[in-house]
């Protein structure tokens, strides 16, 4: 692989105590559950039911179908259970920069496209009051080797007629001033703004008014379903702080993202990540002229270990990303949200990429854990003849395109035409499963290592990484 080379990072890390006062105030929360207020809240289930269709997870995946189900079938009796409280996991946690390119490699540009315009045709329709904001996106180049990669995309959006503009060192710092960035494509229609944790609560808001019954603080602990071609009933085993109680329907829908999957089958197909992020106090009209940023772009490097940023509508800067942790014993718990030397190295981060923000106290900081597969996007699975369904999607656009899935995949069970999201390769094969827990851990920690060696070696992939490409993860797995 050669000598290895510093990232832009660690050439230049800001002074210790400039860091020290960035983090002397800041507390383990999630910036955007403060704009909530006093949330809606649902009940407990504590009695047996029988639904047409229940959908277990309150994430966005779980909230969109839901809401799709129930526009299409008003007279169905949908039920969505939630362990939490709806929004609560990742889909309240994320950065809130919802792009057209799904992590799914194998789904056309145009579905990705078409997905974005479906959610915000969907926030226009349905009223939330999230924030969305049809902002665009740049993609940053913030070393050297990563220009060709930039002129690379930029040949291709060419090629495909996607709007874009390419900018050189120069006119990218004149855009947006870092001393970080090499160069910039600036894809103007490609991503949205939006308040994740606002989002996820007006979905629920927007279900429950159609009818949809939302159970929050209910766990599901066990899944029977009759065997394919049987017509029994799929039996759910749920467990709150108002009792036990059990549910009986014709229909489940699986959007439990990083928690153990219900169906057994699925246990070893995902893993949970734990992603991080901190949020800055309110930039005053000083600071944000110092940065320019007049677009207020989402922003994304493209690194291995990448950084993703945008501004909220308060002026806050939410910057995640770099570090994506499996947690030790493979599980989703409290614990692993924790994680100061994260929360450093990200505030060092920051600071690198606007030094003009010395002085500037981070306010928040937070983790989501996602569910990650042996391949990039989300994981479709089916039971008892496709009248169970199973669907993680990482990330505010992966999470509606797998509800749109499913809702597919169950109107063909009534009967309708195959789609082309149903017949996406991704979709009709499930991906290879991890192998066992410690073997799994070791062998994310050998990618982790192989990944940071290619950020410094001028992006080189050693024969880890090659082989794994050859196989079909891609790149971004």
Known sequence: MGRLQQTVFERNVPARSVVDHALARTRQAVVWQDDLGTPARYPRLSAPLRADVVVVGGGCTGL????????????????????????????????GLVTARLDDPAAPQHLGDENLAAMEHAVAGLGPDCGWARTGVVDLAVEPHQIDWLQDAAGAAAAAGVPHTFLDRAKMRAEIASPTYEAGLVRPGAAALVHPALLAAGLARAAAALGVEIFEDTRVTRLTAPARGGRGAVVLRTTSPAGEASVRADRVVLGTGAFPALLRRYRRHTVPVYEYAVATEPLDAERLGALGWRG????????????????TTDDRIVFGGYDAVHPHGGRVARAHENRPQTARRLAEHLLTTFPQLEGVR??????????????????????????VQHATGPGSA????????????????????????????????????????PVAAAGIRAVDRSLDRADHSHGRRDALLRSLDALGPGRDT
């Open 64 to 95: 969109w179908t839901a809401l799709g189900i129930k526009q299409r079938d008003p007279g169905a009796r949908v039920l969505l259970i939630e362990g939490r409280s709806v929004g609560w996991a990742a889909s309240g946690r994320d950065t």
């Open 362 to 387: 981070l306010t928040h900081r937070w983790a989501a854990a996602t569910a990650r597969c042996t391949r990039p996007g989300p994981l479709f699975g089916q039971a008892a003849g496709g009248r």
């Open 296 to 311: 207020r772009q989402g922003l994304a490097d493209l690194a291995n270990q990448a950084h993703r940023y945008r501004l």
């Open 398 to 437: 992966d999470a509606h395109f797998a509800a749109q899935v499913v809702l597919d995949r169950l109107a063909v069970l009534d009967g309708a035409a195959e789609t082309e999201r149903t017949t996406l390769r991704t979709v009709r094969r499930v991906p290879a499963p991890f192998p066992p827990g």
